[in-house]
């Protein structure tokens, strides 16, 4: 089964093509994986703007599925289905997905799937690694910071969640504050290489605390004072601060899958969103995965951050179940992947 997959949810305009065996089992083939970030777009701004993203979308969208299927070397009759991010995310971004996904849908007579941004990254791991479920997902990305089983697509049962902001929000104003760019993850580890990770002691919200949400403004507020008060004099204080602040994610991490690893024993926990990327984390992670009897699997780091291929594997994974939707399908702004949890907050 080939599917194209179409990821706009935010600052990435990419399209992908994969193929996957028929059956439900995991690992499939990436024919082509385009990418266009918008960076230089945003930059300026420090931070992704929406009308921006959006527009950048637009002007791209079309190129890059042409590219994505000359690549696979592929014309749209040999493709079983077109999928697209439904949500959630930056809703301009995502109507400009939804819309090229269901043209060509229709135009080619081919069934058109919503994919969830976020069943994209639970399900990543599958398009590389032979991970069955149900597994223990820690799904760390720009905008989430959640502890889920996942049983299959659309079948999520949430742990935990933070309270406040996410993981890889911190990072990035982290990054801010110490003027090292954006998107702020990938500087926030290069600058802490060689770092003391034991030099600032930063609070750790939630930790030892029972139960798997997690929670980040305290950590923010504590990096902002503490880069408030940095000795302009001492060259070496940025890199420990950088590695104090990864240590601190680090052990909230560790104290937060440990809990879910208790809670909802399973042999494999896997990591997965744009904070995944980070070697660091993989490296605790790993630990805790090991001290409770797991074994941690992570997709490749080039397919933590968005991109097209994971929409099209979830669109491999759901086609195969015969989930397709209709083209009256709505993006969505907000779309949790266990609804009966996201009503409890
Ligand atoms: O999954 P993603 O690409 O987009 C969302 O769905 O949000 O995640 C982006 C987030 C950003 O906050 C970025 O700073 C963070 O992932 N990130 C990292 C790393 N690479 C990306 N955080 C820590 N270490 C990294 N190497
Ligand atoms: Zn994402």
Redesign the pocket.
Known sequence: MRVLGIET??D?TAVAVVEGAAGTGPVGRILSNTVYSQLTEHRRFGGVVPEIAARAHLERIDGLVAQALDEAGLGLSELDAIAATGGPGLIGGVMVGVMTAKALAFAHDKPFIAVN?LEG?ALSVRLTEPVEFPYLLLLV????CQLLTVRGPGDFTRLGTTIDD?A??C??KTAKLLGLGF????A??RAAEGGDPKRFALPRPMWRKPGCDFSFSGLKTAVRQTVEKLPADDPRAVADLCASFQRTVGDVFADRCANALVQAPSSTLVVA???A??VY?RGRLEEVAAAHGATLVAPPVRL???NGAMIAWAGVERLRLGRVDALDFRPRPRWPLDPAAANRM
């Open positions: 949810s935010c990435e941004h990254h990305s720009g905008g989430h996410a890889g929000e990072f990035d998107p702020g993850g990938p926030v580890e969103g744009g904070v990327a980070n984390l933590c951050t968005d």
